[in-house]
């Protein structure tokens, strides 16, 4: 039994290059009802630059094909370049809308290779933090969720909430997106003064913004018509192409990287996993909603529990010493100089990480040869793998149904392209 | 993490049941395995990838969750396992059992002189697209693949850009022309 049977049709995808597919589409044959179109990469809903090639009959959709790279710019054969201290700043702009979980995820590697412990605080500051880029990167789908299917205001509903996250996060680590702020051995810097009362305002706001987005769009009938049985995948499926993240839960199967291999302190707070029933975009739509939920009860969990202590590793090793020493002691300004400039050595090993992001497993495979930055430094993208879901979902739908298919999935095409 | 220890615990039994008592390389399935971090490697040879992949599908790693390669070009202080003769690229294969949460590693030497290997796409529909960017990357060639077809470079494109000899910043950026222009 291979995971090819679990396929419903094998041939959804369209096998074909993209010189092949343009010369397809250029030619016109009156006996051939079937039609070779691209839509995208600057269609507006494709979420930056996907472009994909779809084979048509009349309206319905045979086979498809996502073509993508269009974003790739060599993050990977970057990464062996910048120091294991420089990692961050380079990672964090694959998922630009959840770029805290790609820091994360490569700072575990790291701290997996150095083999250190972190202070219970850093801990718990990464995991609030996560929740509410969890938070943030939920919104963002909503609004373009809603925007892809007509409910324009949705776009403008959805940024204004995303943004109050937002000034939250620059108020921590100085910048809206691409923050840098989770290293390897803690964070950057610890929670600003009056951070609680910040948190309790965004989880006071956001419950009744969410009951309005119930109204607008879950209980409206248009929107169901649009989204239910639409692009429907099965668990099989979905396991078989390597899908995970609110795709393979919305067809029923409870995974969630924060329950089955809890990592920073998930197993210590209280959360339940949102599932879905028929693996359709209402499902999907439905799971981020609720999700969104359900990262808040973890923030407010984290408002109770967060320890005191130090935000980063008391690692002399990979933390610099403390600015009030370096004003006194050679020894230390050299110590900090040392750090920035050659960075810090990882033992030879290697290693993989993975963290549950907004979109799935996102997992890291670091290299290292004993040197202060990685041999290879991989970074295994949920939106890359959830991609190849797209022409099974598409497949013997409508083209109007493919805008709502393509935009369930999430993709970030910062990440698949890397 | 504790999940991971107890199966490695469950393979070091497996292994000793076949094990010849003068090799001192743990086994699992006939393949060394090695440990990384409290993670499980296999080494299996380049021969019985296929095979080997497939057998763990029966036993529960259902999933390939990822696939990359990876370029050990002047890398000296790799480790592997005593029967393993070290090459220059490596085909790293992620799976995750997701019916009892565990991982295991699969790590193939490929070597330089002939870059190819068996496709896993048969089993894991999934590894098409992470084989397709292993090939743009590192020139490995995947056997059986049913869409060798460039994935995150253009078409055209010369050259793989995460070998170690490909250097960044030293050549122009290729642009296919616009005809008519």
């Not at chain 1, 990464?126 to 929740?131: D, G, I, Q, Y």
């Not at chain 1, 373009?144 to 959805?158: S, W």
């Not at chain 1, 499926?237 to 199967?253: D, F, H, K, N, V």
């Not at chain 2, 296999?42 to 992949?53: S, V």
């Amino acid at each position: 039994m291979t995971n090819l049977g679990h396929l419903r049709n094998r041939d959804a995808v369209l096998r074909m290059s993209e010189t092949e597919a343009e010369e397809r589409a250029a030619v016109v044959d009156p006996d051939d009802e079937r039609m070779i179109i691209n839509m995208g990469p600057q269609h507006p809903s494709t979420h930056g630059v996907l472009r994909v090639t779809m084979e048509l009959q009349g309206e319905t959709v045979l086979r498809s094909k996502p073509v993508i790279g269009y974003l790739h710019t060599g993050m990977e054969k970057t990464a062996e370049d910048l120091t294991f201290l420089q990692g961050p700043t380079n990672v964090t702009r694959m998922d630009y809308a959840a770029p805290l979980f790609t820091e994360l995820t490569f700072s575990l590697a790291v701290e997996a290779l150095l083999e250190i412990e972190l202070p219970d605080r850093s801990t718990w500051i990464r995991m609030m933090m996560c929740e509410l880029n969890r938070m943030s990167s939920h919104l963002l789908f909503l609004a373009t969720n809603g925007m892809d299917l007509g409910a324009v205001g949705m776009m403008i509903y959805g940024w204004r909430e995303r943004e109050e996250i937002l000034r939250f996060f620059e108020k921590v680590t100085g910048l809206r997106m691409n923050h840098n702020y989770i290293r390897p051995g803690g964070v950057a810097a610890d929670l600003p003064d009056g951070w609680r009362e910040d948190i309790q305002n965004i989880l006071e706001i956001l419950p009744q913004r969410l009951e309005q987005f119930d109204v607008l769009m879950t209980g409206q009938p248009i929107w169901r018509e649009r989204t239910q049985g639409i692009g429907v995948i099965t668990t099989d499926e979905a396991l078989a192409l390597g899908a995970t993240g609110p795709i393979l839960r919305s067809t029923g199967y409870a995974w969630d990287l924060r329950r089955a291999m809890p990592y920073l302190a998930y197993d210590q707070v209280d959360f339940d996993i949102v599932v879905g029933t028929y693996g359709d975009t209402f499902d999907r739509y439905a799971i981020r909603l609720n999700e969104i939920r359900e990262s808040m009860r973890i923030v407010e969990q984290c408002l109770e529990l967060m320890p005191e202590g130090a935000y980063r590793s008391e690692d002399r090793k990979v933390t610099p010493p403390p600015r009030a020493r370096i004003n006194e002691s050679m020894e230390a300004l050299i110590h900090h100089f040392k750090i920035f400039t050659e960075g810090f050595k990882a033992p030879p090993g290697e290693v993989y990480t993975a963290v549950e992001s907004p979109r799935g497993e996102l997992g890291c495979y670091l290299v290292s040869d004993g040197g202060a930055k990685p041999q290879r430094m991989h970074i295994r993208a949920p939106s890359f793998a959830n991609l190849q879901t797209l022409p099974h979902m598409m497949h013997g739908g409508l083209l109007a149904d493919a805008i709502a298919v393509i935009s369930s999935i999430d993709p970030i095409m910062g990440e698949v392209d890397r | 993490m504790s999940e991971s220890t107890s199966s490695l615990d469950e393979t070091t039994e497996l292994a000793e049941s076949d094990e010849d008592p003068r090799d001192t390389v743990k086994k699992l399935h006939g393949v060394a395995v090695t440990d990384s971090k409290g993670q499980i490697v296999l080494h299996p040879a380049a021969e019985g990838y296929h095979d080997l992949i497939q057998l763990l599908v029966e036993e529960g790693y259902a999933v390939c969750v990822d696939l990359c390669g990876a370029d050990h070009l002047g890398n000296a202080t790799r480790v592997l396992p005593a029967a393993i003769e070290p090459e220059r690229f490596e085909l790293v294969v992620n799976l995750l059992d997701v019916r009892t949460p565990r991982r295991l590693r699969v790590r193939v030497q490929i070597a330089e002189s002939d870059p190819s290997i068996p496709t896993i796409s048969d089993i894991h529909p999934g590894a098409e697209a992470m084989e397709r960017e292993t090939n743009d990357m590192f020139g490995v060639c995947f056997e059986g693949h049913p869409d060798p077809t460039p994935i995150l470079l253009p078409d055209g494109w010369e050259g793989h850009p995460l070998r170690k000899d490909f250097a960044m910043g030293t050549i122009p950026v290729q642009f296919k022309a616009v005809e008519g222009r």
